[in-house]
């Protein structure tokens, strides 16, 4: 007998969404477009010139020159998710980023550094440095920039995997590997 599986809408697109990324990341042809310019955040409770503070923002604080805005732009949506779902965080982010002013996105990247230096001891300011870290660097396209492979719990992990495929280091002998008997 086959169990059918229910998706509602917002299911069924986070997961054709990630398996988009999967192909793009993994080099079907579709990756001709992931390094274009064509990419949008839908923003649920920001407006876009508050998206487009966060973006520079976030790229402030983690800067990557060749990483492409689309990563930035993950965390964008997720602390506008949380903004959405959260009234003190909704006041906080906007706050926030009241306080950096409306040409933040604008200010040189020196600029945009002095600005976030006097802001860092601010709640508002250590939980975006926090966000950034947690979501950008687990993202599929992070993962490709900096060509890690996938993360490997959810397949098993590494052991079956080929974590030791380490091509620089000389095979060993079956004889001189393995642990030692007792009493040898």
Known sequence: MIDLIQFDRRTLLKTTTGLLTGLVVAGSPL????GGRAWAIDLASLTSAEGCTLLAMTRTIAPHDKLDDAAYAVVV?????AASKD????KL????IAALGDSFASRSESERVEALKKSEPSEFFQAMRIK???VL???PLTYAYFGYEVEAFSRGG????GFNDLRWLPEVPPDDGGPVPIGS
């Open 137 to 139: 660097y687990a993202t």
């Open 158 to 161: 590494y052991l079956l995997r």
């Open 87 to 90: 009234a003190k965080v909704h």
């Open 93 to 96: 982010v906007k706050d926030g």
């Open 77 to 81: 949506q997720e602390i506008d998710g």
């Open 132 to 134: 950034t870290i947690q």
């Open 31 to 34: 990756s001709a477009i992931a």
